[in-house]
């Protein structure tokens, strides 16, 4: 994921092409601050998620402005139309065969809240006609803890294998992923996730 290249892209844009959206950052000390976001105004209409995953600038209520990366605050909020979109500054954590664990920052949504909270990324691959849009996921157990890419398919290319993270701790649920396709395992993970979550709290 060409993360930096990403947000300088999107910095340069920002120059010449952007809206402003009401919103909020989350400091590292928990203050709230008011403030708007600036979005690339490539996007007519709604809010291009994908474009504030690696880094946002903000005007604040003073009329500074300042650039964030995840690393920089805890969380941030657009205010659209009657919803607030909220994103988390995430530490995922990343296997692979050639660079060994790795660990980045990113703001994602959070879709799933509980035991194990998921998170939601839009991935960026470049294809034969153009840049692909695909939705991935990330699971965390804790807070405080990093997440990790909810890889379902075998490990072949020393990817985390999210077999033993389930077996880990739901070892019923281990035995489904070698009956189902690759294709079916990301919802059936999901359902599995949301369900041990309302378990959870019963």
């Not at 659209?80 to 980045?104: L, Q, Y």
């Not at 909810?150 to 077999?163: A, P, Q």
Request: glycine residues 6%; charged residues 25%.
């Amino acid at each position: 994921m060409k993360y930096l290249l990403s947000f300088i892209i999107l910095s340069i844009g920002l120059q010449t092409y952007a809206r402003r959206i009401d919103g909020y950052v989350v400091t590292q000390n928990s203050d709230t601050l008011k403030c708007e976001i600036v979005q690339n105004f490539a996007v007519i209409s709604g809010i291009d998620v994908a474009s504030f995953q690696y880094g946002i600038r903000v005007i604040l209520e003073d009329g500074k402005k300042r650039n964030f990366m995840p690393e920089d605050i805890r969380a941030f909020g657009i205010f659209a139309k009657t919803d607030t979109i909220h994103f988390v500054s995430v530490r995922v954590v990343a296997n692979s065969m050639f660079r060994g664990e790795e660990t980045r920052q990113y703001f994602m949504r959070i879709i799933q809240r509980g035991h194990i909270k998921v998170y939601y990324f839009i991935d960026l691959v470049a294809g034969p006609g153009g840049t692909v849009r695909t939705p991935v996921y990330a699971v965390q157990l804790s807070y405080n803890d990093p997440a990790y890419w909810l890889e379902v398919k075998k490990n072949e290319f020393g990817k985390y294998d999210f077999k033993a993270f389930f077996k880990a701790f739901v070892p019923e649920y281990y035995a489904f992923f070698d009956t189902l396709s690759d294709k079916a395992r990301i919802e059936e993970a999901l359902t599995r996730i949301s369900k041990f979550n309302k378990a959870m709290v019963k």
